[in-house]
């Protein structure tokens, strides 16, 4: 059985850091990501990570140059370091995984869904 275990959500002021982990049980992913869903608002495609790295990094643009998406491929587990969090980063955040060469940022491309973790940001 498949599970995707997010952990390290929280509460943090604006312009403080989190850092975000999610381990994979019961299969090894080519891709591995995150998404968020804010309340009101539709999920969003926030990283996603091809197991070979490198290139084959995608980021949105809303935290392009904040957040870093990593993986360490022997533990299947992918890491989200967020820098500088702003209010509108405050959201639910999902653990996402696919197999594939491409890294995809829609939301109907991935299979696989964590139960996602909550990030509050206050000011």
């Known amino acids: 059985q498949v599970q995707l275990v997010e952990s390290g959500g929280g509460l943090v002021q604006i312009g403080g850091s989190l850092r975000l982990s999610c381990q994979a049980s019961g299969s090894t992913f080519d891709i591995m990501g995150w998404f968020r869903q804010a309340p009101g608002r539709d999920r969003e495609f926030v990283a996603a990570?091809?197991?070979?790295?490198?290139?084959?990094?995608v980021y949105s643009d809303s935290v392009k140059g904040r957040f870093a998406i990593t993986r360490d491929n022997a533990k299947v587990t992918v890491y989200l370091q967020m820098n500088s969090l702003k209010s509108e980063d405050a959201a639910v955040y999902y653990c996402?995984?696919?197999?594939?060469?491409?890294?995809?940022?829609?939301?109907?491309?991935?299979?696989?869904w964590g139960q996602g973790t909550q990030v509050t940001v206050s000011s």
């Open positions: 990570i091809h197991k070979n790295g490198g290139p084959t990094i």
């Open positions: 996402v995984a696919r197999q594939g060469v491409r890294v995809k940022t829609s939301r109907s491309d991935y299979g696989y």
